[in-house]
Structures are given as C-alpha cells and as structure tokens.
C-alpha cells in the first residue's frame, strides 16, 4: 500500500491513529487444524505455505509477544548458500530459489538485495579447502567461485592488505547471488500474506502447556485460555527446548546467545557482504549507511536478548583487524538473539515421538536466511505428516543413530575450517 506525502504527515499529527492495520487482531477460536507456536519467520512462513501450498486455512500463529520480536527482527540479514555437506547444500539452494521470488510471491518488498558476498582466505591451507567447498557448491548449481588475492583487492581495497596486516589476505569464495533482506519486512509480509489466507495470528498468547488425550497432543493451553488443534507445530527458535520440555520431549538443543552490531551512517563503502575468514567477523552496509555486522556466540547458555562486553571487545579486534578504516567508527547499538543450538549444528524439522506434535528448531546460526524453505518444508510435513524431500535428513531420529549432518561451520566458524 502506498501513502502520499499528505498522508503521512497527517498521520503523524494524528498521532498515527488511522492507519489501517497490515493482519487482523482476532481473539483465538476454540479449535484450528493446525497450531503453530512461535510468530517469527519460520512460524508465519509456514502459516503462509499451509494456506498457499495445501490450501489449510484454518490455522492459529501464537505468539507471546509481537510479531517480528524474537530472532527474526534480531539478526544481521545475511543471506547465503555455502554449504558443502550433502542435505544441507541442496536445502540452502532452494531457500535462495525462494527468497529471489519472494516480494513477488506475497505481494510485499522484503528488500531483497543480492549484492553477492565475499569470504576471505587467510592461509594457502584455507585457500585449499575453500576452493573445494567451491567445487562441490557449483557442482550443486550454486553461484560460487574462487578469487585469488589481486581479485578480491580490486573487489574490496578497504580490507588491510598492507605488509603489516596481521593475518594478509590471500584469496576468497565470492557468492554471487548471496545478499541481504530487510528481516522486519520479512516478518510484516509473510504475517500480511498469510492474514490474507485466513490464517489467525494471535500476539500476546504465550503458551504455557500441552493439551493431551491419551499420548496424543489435541491442543495448547495458554494466556488466553485454551486452544484445540488437531496438529501443533514448534517454530520458537532459541526457545525450542523450553516448549519441548513442557510437552515431555528432551531436545538435543542448547540456547546461547549471538550479538550484533549497528554503526553510525557512513558513505557508501561495503558494497557486498564481506565476511572474515579469520576470526568471528562479518558485515554489510544498510541503505541508512550503518555497518551492521556480528561475531560469534557469547559462550554461555542463556535465554536474555543482550550479551556481554567481552564478546564486544573481541567482535571489535576482529573488525580492525580486517578493515583498519572503520576503527574510529562509533557503534550506536547493539542486541543479541537467542540460537537454539544442535551439536551437529544442523536444523531439526520433523514429526516428534509425540503424537500430534512437530518441531522446527534448531537452526543455529542458519535460521534468517532458511526463513522461505524452512516454512515451505514445515508446511509440507504438518499437511502431510512426513518429511519434505529437502528435510529428510533433518530428523530427530539423526541424533539416535549417529547420522548427524556434521557442519558446525556453517555459520560464523565456515570460514575458519
């Protein structure tokens, strides 16, 4: 919907009292087909993909606090596919199939920007490894390649390439159709797209149980009273094992917490999307000029949205380290978002031992930029009760039998194997 200039100043006067509201506030109905837990991306993507892709309507998104609150609007919004375990790869490669058709598909700009990334290369040894994660991305149709030293200077002369550097830079993997989207956009339009399919989101509805009859899950109690549903799924991303634990299941899933960073507006300078093969370091630049950037997890399990200052300083080292110009830069702010962790650091979505319950958690540092694929998948099993081709190997059973999708470098730590 577009506004004039009138109308927004209006607006503004009124005390933005008129405008008219993008979903529907509704109070929950006694019953739904399907429940969904978790009003992020992945909880409204798969509210979206039930009603577009297998025509299920009836169908509740709870979330307990506002749409757009948790990790979704908590990120740094790189988008990209470089994985190089079997299972992985081909998932990613989908998800970037979704979000390149994704304004389009729910009428809405999500700003999609694929201004390619850059992941530098520090040692010969990482050189070689990263020209064989390369091989086998291209051999799965993904746009990536290889860039020795003088390449990725004539891409990014910002970095330190100067004899002093501390760690030179000696070649990187450039991902051609990786970028960005603005991640509150894609909050606003999956909840729009699905509202528009009749799908109930309910903010301020925190659930605090299970409904059971006999092992099956028939329902969730909440704030506002009790919700019947013939399937419940999770999508609460760090939160994962605290309504696992309320229905009887044990996860497998730690939750830490992983900062990010905003600076104030500078001059056009990063044009991609340039991580640090180094250290815990990657960053992009905003259309408002702000270097947006993050680092590794803070190392200690909690719930909270914020961390701690030792994790600031070393984020900051790592910054300096590889762009020497941005060392006077003042950052404005700083949050964390809660990562829901796995040992093998790969997603989980699948039907649980619990009849009636389905899980998508799990994600670690992959959650953003799987937003489309994870909700088109998760769709795919609450419609039909078995995996997706594309998740199959994402079960809950991977952890019984040893069958783990070992890639825990997939997000800040890929680049340092």
């Not at 989207?181 to 509805?205: E, K, P, S």
């Amino acid at each position: 919907m577009r506004y004039s200039g009138f109308t927004l100043i209006s607006q503004a006067l009124k005390g933005h009292t008129g405008w008219r509201p993008v979903w529907r506030d509704v109070s929950p109905k006694s019953a739904y087909d399907v429940v969904i837990i978790g009003g992020g991306g992945h909880g409204l993507a798969t509210a979206f993909y039930l009603a577009e892709n297998h025509g299920i309507r009836n169908v509740a998104v709870l979330e307990k606090g506002y749409v757009g609150g948790g990790n979704v609007g908590r990120n740094t919004t790189i988008i990209r596919s470089n994985y190089l375990l079997d299972g992985n790869t081909q998932f990613y490669k989908f998800s970037m199939k979704l979000w390149e058709g994704l304004s389009q598909a729910l009428n809405f700009n999500v700003m999609f920007s694929q201004r390619g990334m850059l992941i530098t290369a520090h040692s010969a040894d990482q050189f070689d490894a990263f020209s064989q994660r390369t091989n086998i991305m291209r051999l799965n149709g993904i746009d990536a390649q290889v860039l020795d030293g003088d390449e990725v200077r004539r891409l990014v002369p910002y970095l330190d390439f100067s004899e002093t550097a501390r760690f030179p830079v000696c070649g990187a993997i450039s991902l051609g159709q990786a970028g960005t989207a603005r991640h509150d956009a894609v909050a606003w339009g999956y909840a729009r797209a699905a509202d528009a399919h009749g799908v109930d989101i309910i903010q301020g509805c925190e659930v605090t149980g299970f409904v059971r009859d006999g092992e099956r899950i028939v329902g969730v109690e909440t704030t506002r009273g009790r919700i019947g549903a013939g399937k419940v799924g999770l999508a609460v991303a760090g939160h994962t094992s605290m309504l696992g634990r309320k229905a009887g299941l044990e996860l497998p899933i730690e939750s830490h917490i992983l900062q990010a960073f905003v600076t104030e507006p500078i001059k056009p300078l990063v044009h991609q999307v340039v991580a640090y093969g180094r250290d815990h370091f990657y960053v992009s630049q905003s259309d408002k000029g702000g270097l947006v950037f993050g680092g590794g997890l803070d190392g200690y399990n909690s719930y909270a949205q914020r961390g701690n200052l030792g994790t600031v300083r070393e984020v900051a080292e790592a910054a300096i380290a590889l762009m020497p110009c941005i060392s006077r830069l003042r950052i404005l702010r700083h949050w964390g978002g809660v990562m829901d962790m796995t040992p093998d650091a790969s997603p989980i979505i699948c039907p649980t031992p619990i009849d009636g319950l389905y899980i998508n958690g799990g994600w670690c540092y992959g959650g953003f930029k799987a937003t489309p694929a994870s909700g088109w998948c998760f769709a795919h099993t609450l419609a039909t009760g078995a995996p997706h081709p594309l998740t199959a190997a994402y079960s809950l059973d991977r952890f019984r039998t040893g069958r783990t999708i070992d890639e825990a470098g997939t997000g800040p730590f890929a680049w340092l194997q």
